[in-house]
């Protein structure tokens, strides 16, 4: 039958693209008064926080600020959500559509961010910045025993790395209980101190904008997996008929940690694996599923595989083979939920869906995922929206010679760069679906407001601590 399907694509947008601009330097408007960096590297993905004091120093009244961020970072961005501090307001964070060339060859990327009112010449404002991206730490060496810890290399800006002069600047590094500067600087004011699981700077004076020449460059113990799901397909199926919410999930995992030095035996990892520690390999794999799942199954190229268990709502799934450095595993997993969790019914014939946008495993991140959700034949898409920035989105119509109607619609949605925080993000389908009346179990009309779901954030999504100074 596969044949008399034939497939039409209705709309196609691109959301976000970066091209390489001549030359855009913000205007000198502001001097930041304190800048903070807090770099957190508990995690495979890098989660950063900064703590800034503005003051417009231009005689005009200045609302926009722009948060230069590393041609590396700017790539690999995840999430970036900007606060004003000690008020609960949250400020419209986008990143500034191009990139540009400093003198120094090097290349800038800009977050804008557009305070809610303009702030007259000579006041402050404070904001704290929270930015996750996935140029995390690398293997260092490359090459370990199953029974060494694990370092890993990263480098960050030392001096703040901003558009603007800066008069106070600190640093701090988080997450790790060992971390090693390589190629120390000799001037003893710019090296840090181990404090606990943080490595900690004295502050600095006056810094002139996009200082790039005081890299740091630091290894520290992280003796814990790196999963990056290369590649998600997240498929979800809505049905009426059976009120229900199927999910279906294809994941093509590698773990990025260091390679096994003298390749994989099976008596150092049952040695290994009596010590019950934490380790670098991967064995077990952590989801979070929605309240409520049930038919829940698990298989791979070879078939069903039987070591996975839910409890709770956790799903622990085993791969068929532990995965040591550079190691890949592809898998898909499925379950059911009860659609009227998800669903709104805003009008007589319209409904609002909202789909969770992650539920793979903890402490991973992602390169690219594609989530399609395939709405009852006869609906129509009226809108779509998400809480993470898209790539791209398109919506086809899924049609059969047997089929009068207008098909089944597919709504597939692009991201790069997510993290697993983005599971408390989400995707909303609102959608008209007539004359279903009979069919369909009675739904929970809850007044939705849509609107409000634009301006949500992911007010869960990162861990740092901000209060732990
Ligand atoms: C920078 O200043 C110039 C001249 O005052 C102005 O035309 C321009 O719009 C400003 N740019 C930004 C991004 O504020
Ligand atoms: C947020 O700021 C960007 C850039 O200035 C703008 O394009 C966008 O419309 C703003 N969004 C909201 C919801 O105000
Ligand atoms: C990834 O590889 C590292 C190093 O070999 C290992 O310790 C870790 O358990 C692996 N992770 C997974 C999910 O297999
Ligand atoms: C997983 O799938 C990808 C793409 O189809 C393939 O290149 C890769 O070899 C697969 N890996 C394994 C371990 O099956």
Redo the contacts with the bound molecule.
């Keep these: 039958m596969v044949n008399c399907w034939s497939w039409y694509v209705a709309a196609i947008c691109i959301f976000l693209r970066f091209g390489l601009c001549e030359s855009f330097i ?2 000198s ?1 502001w001097e930041n008064i304190e800048y903070q960096k807090l770099v957190d590297v508990k995690h495979a993905y890098i989660n950063e926080a900064f703590l800034i004091t503005i003051k417009n120093i231009a005689s005009e009244p ?1 609302s ?1 600020y722009f948060l230069a961020l590393t041609e590396e970072i700017f790539e690999k961005i995840s999430l970036f959500e900007v606060q004003l501090a000690n008020k609960n307001v949250y400020v419209n964070a986008s990143l500034y559509q191009s990139k540009c060339l400093l003198d120094d060859g090097s290349v800038v990327g800009y977050g804008l961010i557009s305070l809610p009112s303009p702030i007259e010449p000579g006041k402050q404002v404070s904001l704290t910045i929270k930015l996750s991206h996935t140029a995390h730490g690398l293997p260092h060496p490359e090459h370990i025993l199953l029974k060494d810890a694990q370092n890993l290399r990263f480098k960050t800006a030392r001096l703040p790395f901003s558009a603007y002069y800066t008069r106070k600047a600190n640093l701090q590094l988080l997450g790790s209980s060992k971390f090693t500067e390589l190629s120390a600087p000799n001037d003893q004011s710019l090296r840090g101190t181990q404090r606990d699981d943080s490595y900690e700077f004295q502050s600095w004076d006056d810094i002139p904008p996009f200082e790039t020449k005081n890299q740091l460059d630091v290894i520290y113990v992280h003796d814990l997996p790196l999963i990056e799901v290369l590649k998600l397909k997240r498929d979800v199926w809505v049905s009426h008929w059976a009120s229900t919410l199927q999910f279906e999930e294809y994941y093509e995992l590698i773990n990025r940690s260091a390679k096994l030095k003298n390749g994989f035996s099976r008596l150092e990892l049952m040695q290994d694996q009596k010590n019950m520690r934490l380790s670098h390999y991967c064995s077990v794999l952590e989801m979070n599923l929605p309240e409520e799942s049930s038919e829940h199954y698990y298989t791979d190229l070879v078939g069903m595989v039987s070591t996975s268990r839910v409890l709770g709502d956790n799903l622990y799934i085993k791969p068929r083979y532990p995965l040591f450095g550079e190691w890949k595993y592809n898998f898909t997993v499925g379950w059911t939920n009860k659609l009227s969790t998800f669903l709104r019914q805003s009008s007589k014939e319209s409904f609002i869906l909202v789909v969770p946008l992650l539920n793979g495993p903890t402490d991973a991140f992602y390169g690219k995922s594609e989530i399609s959700v395939f709405l009852p034949e006869g609906s129509v898409l009226q809108a779509l929206d998400s809480s993470v920035p898209m790539k791209s989105a398109e919506v086809h119509t899924q049609k059969s010679y047997l089929d009068l109607n207008k098909g089944h619609i597919k709504v597939t949605c692009e991201f790069d760069n997510m993290i697993d925080a983005n599971r408390d993000g989400q995707i909303v389908v609102k959608y008209s679906y007539p004359s279903q009346a009979a069919y369909k179990k009675p739904l929970s009309v809850a007044c939705y407001i849509f609107a409000a779901l634009m301006s949500f954030f992911l007010l869960k999504s990162v861990n740092l601590n901000l209060d732990k100074k």
């Design positions: 913000p205007n408007s200045q926009e």
